[in-house]
């Protein structure tokens, strides 16, 4: 089941932050405990606010995007997590100005930022993310709690998942735009496969990812 490979990637994202072997510098279980931590509350975001969506993914580790658009991935090894942000975002941005934090560096390339963070740097990560998101808004009818077209945070993690582990797919529009593989940074929405209007429902069998653009088109085309 979908659910039990979620289970599953979390469960490896965190055991390949335990040391394998005794004797490791520092106190890695504090690191793992605030680690446990930064994901609870990641997920009572995702819960709370439809702009959130998380994704584990096996070779990469947890990507976060928030209204639809890749804001950062974490890679956990055995000493520290990696953090992988596209360049010039708000939190690129934020990080340059930190001072004395992120110093790790250790490669940069043209569209990535890529550093290892440990327990500093990690915290302060924590506190960017839970301090910018929580008081995000929610302002669309469509993506309030309450509203039948809301998504539950699962089930979009649940589709965000297949995605990026399928490759980036954008499924297209039947009949005009053919499947199509899309760039990491590419802008992507959730979409009900057969429509609220008709009867679709907020299942994880309903929803799926699609590129802003091909789900603007489908809805544009449905009416
Ligand atoms: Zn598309």
Redesign the pocket.
């Known amino acids: 089941m979908k659910r039990y490979s979620i289970t599953y990637q979390v469960t490896d994202f965190i055991a390949r932050l335990i040391p394998k072997r005794r004797n490791v510098e520092g106190d890695s279980s504090a690191f793992i405990h605030s680690v446990l931590v930064f994901l609870q509350q990641l997920d009572q975001l995702q819960e709370s606010n439809p702009r959130i969506t998380l994704s584990f993914h096996s070779k990469d580790g947890l990507w976060v995007y928030l209204d639809g658009a890749a804001q950062f991935f974490l890679k956990p090894t055995q000493k520290f997590l990696l953090l992988h942000i596209f360049k010039k975002n708000k939190l690129s941005l934020s990080i340059g100005k930190v001072k004395g934090a992120f110093q790790t560096k250790r490669k940069v390339h043209y569209a990535e930022c890529l550093w290892e963070i440990r327990q500093p740097e990690f915290l302060w990560l924590m506190n960017y993310a839970t301090g910018e998101w929580t008081s995000l808004e929610v302002t669309s009818p469509t993506t309030q709690n309450s509203h039948p077209r809301y998504i539950p945070g699962i089930v979009r993690q649940l589709a965000l998942t297949e995605f990026i582990t399928k490759g980036r797919v954008?499924n297209?529009v039947y009949g005009r735009?053919k499947k199509?593989r899309?760039s990491a940074t590419t802008p992507i929405e959730f979409d009900h496969i057969l429509p609220h209007s008709q009867g679709g429902g907020n299942t994880e069998w309903n929803v799926q990812v699609?590129?802003v653009?091909?789900n603007r088109l489908k809805r544009a085309t449905a009416q």
Do not use: K
Request: hydrophobic share 35%; with cysteine.
């Open positions: 954008c297209g735009i199509h899309i699609l590129c653009e091909c």
